[in-house]
């Protein structure tokens, strides 16, 4: 245990070389700006959750794989009796062998993983596309820039929106994730703040949601007259 905080645990491998001073400037501005910033947005982490500890964990730890920064497991929020291997906790992981705790793209990886565990506790069963958009969008939303994932697409534009590379999470879905990034950035940009947290918090998925807000909304194309769909929003965008 190298930080303890009122938001957060933060766990290292023993061996790691981490330096305090770096550690505690990154995790005060999670806990007082991206933490705030993501429920505020995106909604509440379960909280106090399977452990019955309202703060979030966090292990940092070589060899998570060779390819990811962090990333977040809904197992943990599991008992063990579900789930063997369950840590039993809120928590998210750092990949010591990938990124260090003074890396400028760190906090936007934390933003990008919390996101991932209020997604979690709000809409567990969210389309990849969408989630993934949201966590991309977080970063942004917390003041850090979207990991080239905007320019990953542009170079590569010939994907589908709502579907995912079949590689997980190797290069080959890094043009995916810009692309759930912008669609969303877009859909923000034009419909504002509370239709973007409406579309997310959505209990349907993917564009079925985003119909149902647009539906609930009653947005109407100030030319046509006519309501806005999906349909006509994916081919402004």
Known sequence: LTYAGPVVLFFAEPHLQVNLADL????????Q????????????EWSPGIDGDPRIYILYAEGLGGSVAGYYSPTDEYSRIAHEYSNEKEMFYLNADIISVDDPGLPGTLAHEFQHMVHWANDSNEETWMNEGASVLSELLTGHHPGGFDLAFAVNPDLQLNAWSNTGGGPESVPHYGA?????????ERFGESATRALVAHQANGLTAMDAVLQQLNIIDPLSGNPIN????FQDW
Do not use: K, N, Q, S
């Not at 700006?33 to 509440?44: A, C, D, K, Q, S």
């Open 24 to 31: 505690r400037t990154l995790l005060e501005d999670f806990e």
């Open 180 to 188: 759930a990034f912008l669609f969303l950035d877009y859909f923000l």
């Open 230 to 233: 999906t349909d006509t929003v």
């Open 33 to 44: 700006i991206i933490v705030p910033t993501v429920r505020e947005f995106f909604g509440h």
